[in-house]
């Protein structure tokens, strides 16, 4: 099995056409979301190495020091599967873009470190 990592990517604009809903239609589909997902990771728990989380502001560190800066990363989870066509097949229809205001899921092959 490979190790595959699956970032959940949103964008600004996404999330303010979320939060121009009215509370009671938002809240509705928080917990019908938050309830997809959690049936979404007890049906994949076998290939869920780290179930991951969503993710703070980020800083950006480079040889001109560290900046706040602005992604469309919201979240990770790392997954195992024997290819990386499988591991993206498990995202399909995820909440994450079907319910919740989330772009996509993208889901990249965590590689060995060479010569080591």
């Given at each position: 099995?490979?190790?595959?990592?699956?970032?959940?990517?949103?964008?600004?604009?996404?999330?303010?056409?979320?939060?121009?809903?009215?509370?009671?239609?938002?809240?509705?589909?928080?917990?019908?979301?938050?309830?997809?997902?959690k049936?979404?990771?007890?049906?994949?728990?076998?290939?869920?190495?780290?179930?991951?989380?969503?993710?703070?502001?980020?800083?950006?560190?480079?040889?001109?020091?560290?900046?706040d800066?602005?992604?469309?990363?919201?979240?990770?989870?790392?997954?195992?599967?024997?290819?990386?066509?499988?591991?993206?097949?498990?995202?399909?229809?995820?909440?994450?873009?079907?319910?919740?205001?989330?772009?996509?899921?993208?889901?990249?092959?965590?590689?060995?470190?060479?010569?080591?």
């Amino acid at each position: 099995m490979k190790t595959f990592l699956a970032i959940f990517t949103g964008d600004a604009s996404a999330m303010e056409k979320w939060m121009k809903q009215d509370e009671a239609t938002r809240k509705e589909k928080e917990k019908k979301g938050v309830a997809a997902w959690k049936a979404w990771a007890e049906k994949n728990q076998k290939q869920i190495l780290n179930m991951g989380g969503p993710l703070s502001k980020t800083k950006r560190v480079d040889v001109e020091g560290i900046r706040d800066v602005r992604n469309n990363i919201g979240a990770f989870t790392i997954v195992q599967a024997e290819t990386q066509e499988a591991a993206a097949k498990l995202f399909l229809n995820h909440p994450h873009f079907t319910i919740f205001p989330g772009n996509g899921v993208e889901v990249m092959e965590v590689l060995p470190i060479p010569n080591l």
